[in-house]
């Protein structure tokens, strides 16, 4: 079954896919195409698997690791106060991280819940700019390098 995600390796392998941050050692650390929360990330597994548990220990280990280093540029580069990590793979059985950085200033209701509580509408309200996002993306470039090894 191809998925999105294999859409975007696929892409990020090519060079074609714009929300690439940057390559790490267990796939791709990209920004979400929604940007409702500033810096909304994924890591997407490369190669491709179904789920955290086709992968060996070696890889399960890097993929997790890199989720955190994500997560770790995040908290450096934005004003996120603490981060919410996300594997469900339910829409699109391949592995992929969702990494939501959490703002202070999210209405309380909603800080205190997953993301996905926000309305649909207001979560595709403001789609990836390559132009609006290339200077995040570049901070988080930078930081995500400075903590591998």
């Known amino acids: 079954m191809i998925t999105l995600i294999h859409q975007r390796v696929e892409g990020a392998r090519a060079g074609a896919n714009p929300t690439v941050i940057c390559r790490m050692p267990s796939g791709w650390a990209v920004l979400g195409d929604s ?3 500033r810096g909304y990330s994924l ?4 190669p491709v698997v179904a789920d ?6 070696e890889r399960r280990r890097l993929f997790l690791r890199d989720m955190t280093v994500l997560g770790d540029a995040l908290l450096e580069t934005t004003d996120a106060y603490r981060i919410n ?9 391949a592995l992929h991280a969702h990494v939501f950085p959490r ?22 309200s ?6 609006r996002d290339g200077e ?11 903590r591998l090894p």
């Open 35 to 37: 940007q409702f929360l």
């Open 43 to 46: 890591l997407l597994a490369d």
């Open 52 to 57: 955290l548990n086709a992968l060996d220990d």
């Open 85 to 93: 990590y996300e594997i469900l793979g339910n829409a699109d059985p």
């Open 103 to 124: 703002y202070r200033t999210e209405p309380e209701e909603l800080r205190r819940v997953p993301a996905w509580f926000y309305d649909r509408a207001l979560r595709e």
């Open 126 to 131: 403001i789609p990836f700019d390559a132009s």
């Open 136 to 146: 995040l993306r570049g901070r988080l470039a930078a930081a995500i390098q400075r």
